[in-house]
């Protein structure tokens, strides 16, 4: 085969697809193995971004592929709203038991995480028959007009975009809960009688890996129960096994009314679930939530796969391992380098801060090129963060530990590097 070039591509690239779609790198992917990826060239790369958050069983585990190639051949599509089918039952029923909340719970099947919390707040305004959703500083909850509005970071995801969808009051994120605190917002902000729901990451992603104080979520359930208010957990980035339980609102022992799964739920495959309380999600009309692809057969085929590998392949403690190693090594580097502030995170879903100078402001421009030289040398990382500081780890938990170690010592060489060229 004349394969083209990572050039050839990207002028390609440059061509045919939208300038407003970004890239962290132009190396054009053609196979991809656990945590490894090759390019067109030949070329590997350790694989620190797992396609954001998304493939915490690996790239192309066998059993996922299996089941894909299985369900391909037999069933691709008919849309579950015209006729269903058994693979998204069988995964709605895997979903309710694996879900935080000892209650009765239903399931509705999305493409995309942003389509699973535009959903969510479907069904929140539904059941409650309240307007006002209320979010928070540094959130991320997609990039659809309403989902866009919910996210908190202006550029690029806001920038120019608008007008926002109505009914939207943020909050500052983490901060203690006093009764004070909260009042002042039902004064200043929105009346509590017409909010329909709190959507909340338990672990902020885009936003920073930030986690809040150890009691925030169950002071912040009971305040929305209190008043009437839906409490939604948005698990799209942290759910999955990524800090080391299942869904993190586990670590907290807190049993949302609605979670958004997505991202490592089908190893890539586009499926997102709304999971809530049966009554919240039956009160919705037949036909009123739904679409062409949600749940498609070959999505819920993954999906099954991927839990199933969850079990046989100890997914759980493969991430609980994989946050050890990475916070032992982040403290190592931390003592190393002055321009590593916070480490950030809960188990596998960990990161650390850059900052410089005297009042450790962001060190935006070090992050940014602390990402390429990783990519130039063999290591996708990604950064997040309002100010684009965060050096954040979303690896597949199936990394050996010699990827691991050669990701972060090129990624210790890049901060030397940055040390060189810039007295920090
Ligand atoms: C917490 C959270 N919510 C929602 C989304 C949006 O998901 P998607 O990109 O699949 O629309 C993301 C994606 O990064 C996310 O991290």
Known sequence: MNQKSNAQLSKLRSQYISNGV?????????????AILRDVEGREYIDFAGGIGALSVGHSHPK????????????????FMVNPYEPAIELAEKLCKITP???????????????????????ARYYTKRPAIV??????????QLTMTMTSKVKPYKFGFGPFAPEVYRMPFGDVLGADKLNDFFVKHVNPEAVAAVVVEPIQGEGGFIV?????????????????????????????????????MEHWSVEPDMITVAKSL????????????????????????GGTYGGNPVTCAAALAVLEVFETDQMLEKSIALGQKLRIRFEQLQKKFNMINEIRGLGAMLGFELVKGPNKEPATTEAKQLVDFCNDNGLVILACGSYGNIIRILA???ITDDQLEKGLSIMEEGLVNILENEAI
């Open 135 to 144: 979010v928070f500083e540094n959130a991320y909850h997609g990039r659809t």
């Open 64 to 79: 996922v592929v299996e089941a894909i190639k299985k369900q391909a051949e037999k069933l691709t599509h008919t849309c």
């Open 101 to 123: 909340g000892a209650f009765a719970k239903k399931v509705v099947f999305l493409n995309s995480g942003s389509e699973a919390v535009e959903n969510a707040v479907k069904i």
């Open 212 to 248: 809040p104080h150890a009691n925030y979520f169950q002071e912040l359930i009971k305040i929305c129960h209190d008043n009437g208010i839906l409490f939604v957990a948005d698990e799209i980035q942290s759910g999955m096994g990524r800090t080391g339980k299942m869904f993190a």
């Open 266 to 289: 089908a190893a890539g495959m586009p499926l997102a679930a709304v999971v809530g309380k049966a009554e919240i999600m039956d009160s919705v009309h037949p036909w009123g939530l």
């Open 22 to 34: 970004g890239n962290v790198s132009l190396k054009f992917i053609e196979s991809a193995q656990g």
């Open 396 to 398: 597949p938990f199936v």
